[in-house]
Every structure is written in structure tokens, then in C-alpha cells.
């Protein structure tokens, strides 16, 4: 069955960075669109970023552009995200998942499966 397992959240200090990983088994890794999603605490789960098949495109939201990057290493079966200048705000619980469909958008809806999720939390 479809895995995703995410790893390298952790603890950082404002203006530090960190890059978490998604490792994906199960399904053919290279046909899917993926995407990186966060949810706070007392707050619904948010999109990040999101990446086709072949990493040629990406999205972000707004509130990432210019200090997240998404990439992917179709050969590893491995989904990324390379997280700088964080801020206190930047602190969730960060998931990777796979998209149903073609497509770059960041709604929940239309993403199928979800790993269980890695910590980020950024001091002040």
C-alpha cells in the first residue's frame, strides 16, 4: 500500500533552517503531483508548496515564497523541503502527500494519501 513517511523536523531558533524529507513506496512515485501541507496548533491544516511530476514546477504560498523551496528525487522516491529564515509562525506539524490529480493547487481535497507528519518548531 501507498507509504509516505516524512523526517527531519526538529527544534530551530528564529532565522534558522531546515529540510525535511518524504520518503514515498508503494505506488509509482514519479507519476504523482505532491505537495507539502501544515497545521498548526488550533488552526486547519494549510498547503505549502506543491511540485509536478517531474519537479519542473512548482507552487507556494504566499506566506513561504522567497524561504521554501519544494524539490523532488524521482530516482529516491524522495519528496523535499528546504525551509529557511524560519519564523515562530512557521511552527506545525508538516505533512507530504500525494496529488490525485495533474495539478499544482494546494487544496487538501485533492490530495489522496498523507504521511503521519514531522515537528517543526521555530523559537523566537
Known amino acids: 500500500q501507498v507509504q509516505l513517511v516524512e523526517s527531519g523536523g526538529g527544534s530551530v531558533q528564529a532565522g534558522g533552517s531546515l529540510r525535511l524529507s518524504c520518503a514515498a513506496s508503494g505506488y509509482t512515485y514519479s507519476a504523482s503531483y505532491m505537495g507539502w501541507f501544515r497545521q498548526a496548533p488550533g488552526k486547519e491544516r494549510e498547503g505549502v508548496a506543491s511540485?509536478?511530476?517531474?519537479?519542473?514546477?512548482?507552487n507556494y504560498a504566499d506566506s513561504v515564497k522567497g524561504r521554501f523551496t519544494i524539490s523532488r528525487d524521482n530516482a529516491k522516491n524522495t519528496l523535499y523541503l528546504e525551509m529557511n529564515s524560519l519564523k515562530p509562525e512557521d511552527t506545525a506539524m508538516y505533512y507530504c502527500?500525494?496529488?490525485?490529480?495533474?495539478?499544482?493547487?494546494?487544496?487538501?481535497?485533492?490530495?489522496?494519501?498523507w504521511g503521519q507528519g514531522t515537528q517543526v518548531t521555530v523559537s523566537s
Open positions: 502527500a500525494r496529488g490525485l490529480f495533474f495539478s499544482l493547487s494546494l487544496k487538501q481535497e485533492l490530495y489522496i494519501d
Open positions: 511540485i509536478s511530476r517531474g519537479g519542473e514546477t512548482t
